[in-house]
C-alpha cells in the first residue's frame, strides 16, 4: 500500500459525502483501487470443503494450503452422518422450508432440533433463526427499546452492536470484560432499564468473558445479561453448552445466544431463554418472523451434530489440546498471542498495517492460510492475523504451521523490532 | 472560517449525539467520552462534522486525539489549508 492508503481505513468511508447513496464515495473507490493488491487477501475461493488442509483458487491455478481460518472447530463439516442426514432430509423435505417459522416454515425436523437445543443448553425454550448474524441483530432489536439502556463489551459482536442501533437502545460500551468498568457503566445508568451484552468467546480475541466476575456485578445491580456464544457453544462445557455452562452459570444468564454456522458446520443461529421470554422474541424479533425459516437440510445437518457431539466428544478434548499446543509455540517464538486462552488465536502484527498484508501473501505463498484483521475490526495498534485451531489440524500440520511461520514471521518481525524477546 | 467556528460545528453534531448536551456548555479540553459519548456516537459526530465542513481526515490520524480541542485544532488547520492532511 502507498503511504497515502495505508493512512485510510474502512473506518473513513461510512458516512458518504457523494450526491447519491446509490454513488460510493470517490475517495473510496480510489481507496479500494490503490490497496487492491493488499485486500484481494480477502474473500479468497475454496476449491473443497473446509478442512485443516484446502485448496485455494490462484490466478494461475489452485494452491494447497494449511487452513487455519475455519469456524468449523470441531472438523464436522465433512462428517459423514451429518451429510447423511442432510441428504435424506433434502429427500425427505425438500431444498427449502417455503415460509416463515411463524406462518408454514416449520418442520418436524426444526421441532426435533428446537427441543436437542433446549435439552443442550438446559433452558425450557429455544427459538432459531436462518442466519446467526441476523439471530443476533433481532434478539438486540427485539429486546430493548428506545429508553432502554444496553451495556456492552468493547468488543462484543456487530450483530449485537447493530440490533442495538436498530432497536434504538442507548448504547453504553464498558471495557472489555473488566467489572470495576462494568459496575462504573451500570452505576451511571441507575434507573433505566438495563441489560449486559457480552460475547462468551470473544472471535478475534479468542479469550473468554469472565461470566463469574461480571455476573457477580450484574447480580449487585439486579441487571440481567445475555451471553453470546456464537464461537464457544459445543466446544466450551463439559457437554459443549457453551461458557455458560464452562462457568456454571446457567441459572444467571437470561438469554443464551449461539450459532449454528460455527462449530456446528452447518448455519443459523438459536436463542435460549424462558418459555415466555422466547414466546416474546417469537413476534419482536422481526429476524425470526419475517423471514424463511432454515432449510430443512440445514436444519437436519445441525440435529445430527448434537448427535454426534454425543459419542465423539473426543473432538473437544482434541480441539482444545490442539489450541494449547499452538499458542503455546507461537509464544515460546516470542509471538504476541494477545489474550487468548482458546482455539482462536490471534498473532498480532501491531499498528504496521502494510506490513500486516505483505506478511498475508508472504504467509499465503508458502502455504499458511490464516485471516489479516485490520482496523476498524480490532484497535489501530492491535493489526493482527486470526489463526484458529481445528480439532482436525494435526500436530505435524500444526509443526508445519509453524514452521511457516518461524520462517516467514519471526524474522520479518524482528527486523522491524516488533517482536518480544523469545520465551525460553 | 475561524478556530471558534469549527469548535461550534464540532459541539452542535455531539449535542445532538448525546441526550441532554446543550452545546454552550462543552468544554473543549473534555473529551467526547467524557460527555457520554461511545465510540459509535464519536464516529458519528466526526464524520458529521467532517462532512459539514468538508474536510477529510483519516481516522488513524484522529485516534491520537485525547480531547475536543485536539480534534477541532486539527479540523481548524486543514480547513485552513489545502482541505487535506499533510504528508509526512
Redesign the interface.
Known amino acids: 500500500m502507498s503511504?497515502?492508503a495505508s493512512?485510510?481505513?474502512l473506518?473513513?468511508f461510512?458516512?458518504s459525502?457523494s450526491d447519491s447513496p446509490l454513488t460510493p464515495p470517490a475517495?473510496y473507490v480510489a481507496w479500494r483501487r490503490d490497496t487492491a493488491w493488499a485486500t484481494s487477501l480477502y474473500e479468497p475461493v475454496l476449491c473443497d470443503p473446509a478442512g485443516p488442509i484446502n485448496r485455494l483458487r490462484t490466478a494461475t491455478g489452485e494452491q494447497r494450503v494449511i487452513n487455519m481460518t475455519s469456524y468449523g472447530y470441531l472438523g464436522l463439516v465433512r462428517h459423514p452422518k451429518v451429510i447423511a442426514a442432510a441428504k435424506q432430509a433434502l429427500d425427505d423435505y425438500g431444498t427449502g422450508a417455503c415460509g416463515s417459522p411463524i406462518l408454514s416454515g416449520k418442520s418436524t425436523l426444526y421441532q426435533a432440533l428446537e427441543i436437542k437445543l433446549s435439552a443442550l443448553t438446559g433452558y425450557p425454550a429455544v427459538l432459531l433463526f436462518n442466519s446467526g448474524f441476523g439471530g443476533a441483530l433481532g434478539c438486540a432489536a427485539g429486546l430493548m427499546r428506545k429508553g432502554d439502556v444496553a451495556v456492552v463489551d468493547?468488543r462484543a459482536h456487530i450483530s449485537m452492536?447493530d440490533g442495538l442501533?436498530v432497536g434504538g437502545a442507548?448504547?453504553?460500551?464498558f471495557e472489555h470484560n473488566s467489572a470495576r468498568a462494568l459496575d462504573e457503566v451500570l452505576s451511571a445508568h441507575n434507573g433505566a432499564r438495563r441489560l449486559i451484552f457480552v460475547d462468551g468467546l470473544y472471535s478475534m480475541d479468542g479469550d473468554l468473558a469472565d461470566l463469574p466476575a461480571l455476573i457477580a456485578v450484574a447480580e449487585s445491580h439486579g441487571v440481567g445479561i445475555l451471553v453470546d456464544e456464537a464461537h464457544s457453544f459445543l466446544c466450551c462445557g463439559n457437554t459443549g453448552g457453551g461458557v455458560v455452562e464452562h462457568f456454571g452459570m446457567r441459572a444467571k444468564v437470561g438469554v443464551q445466544y449461539g450459532t449454528l454456522s460455527k462449530a456446528f458446520s452447518c448455519g443459523g443461529g438459536f436463542a435460549a431463554a424462558s418459555t415466555d421470554l422466547i414466546d416474546y422474541l417469537r413476534f419482536y424479533a422481526n429476524t425470526y418472523g419475517f423471514t424463511c425459516a432454515m432449510p430443512p437440510s440445514v436444519v437436519a445437518a445441525a440435529s445430527a451434530v448434537i448427535d454426534v457431539m454425543q459419542t465423539e466428544t473426543w473432538r473437544r478434548a482434541q480441539l482444545w489440546e490442539n489450541a494449547a499446543y499452538f499458542r503455546t509455540q507461537l509464544q515460546s517464538l516470542g509471538i504476541n498471542t494477545g489474550e487468548s486462552t482458546s482455539y482462536v488465536v490471534p498473532i498480532v502484527v501491531g499498528e504496521n498495517r502494510a506490513l500486516l498484508y505483505q506478511l498475508g501473501h508472504q504467509l499465503r505463498e508458502h502455504g499458511l492460510f490464516v485471516t489479516p484483521v485490520d482496523?476498524?475490526t480490532v484497535a489501530?495498534d492491535q493489526a493482527r492475523f486470526r489463526a484458529s485451531v481445528t480439532a482436525l489440524h494435526t500436530r505435524a500440520l500444526l509443526d508445519q504451521a509453524l514452521q511457516i511461520i518461524e520462517d516467514v514471521f519471526v524474522p520479518a518481525m524482528r527486523e522491524k523490532g516488533l517482536l518480544r524477546a523469545r520465551a525460553m | 472560517m475561524t478556530r471558534e467556528e469549527v469548535l461550534a460545528v464540532v459541539a452542535r453534531h455531539l449535542a445532538s449525539s448525546v441526550d441532554g448536551l446543550d452545546p454552550k456548555t462543552i468544554d473543549p479540553m473534555r473529551s467526547m467520552k467524557d460527555y457520554g459519548a461511545n465510540s459509535l456516537d464519536i464516529v458519528e459526530v466526526v464524520s458529521g462534522a467532517m462532512r459539514e465542513l468538508k474536510v477529510k481526515v483519516p481516522r488513524t490520524e484522529l485516534n491520537k486525539l485525547t480531547n475536543l480541542d485536539g480534534l477541532v485544532g486539527l479540523l481548524y488547520d486543514i480547513k485552513s489549508n489545502t482541505g487535506e492532511l499533510a504528508k509526512p
Open positions: 503511504w497515502e493512512q485510510f481505513s473506518a473513513d461510512y458516512y459525502d475517495d468493547a452492536v442501533k442507548k448504547i453504553a460500551f482496523y476498524p489501530l
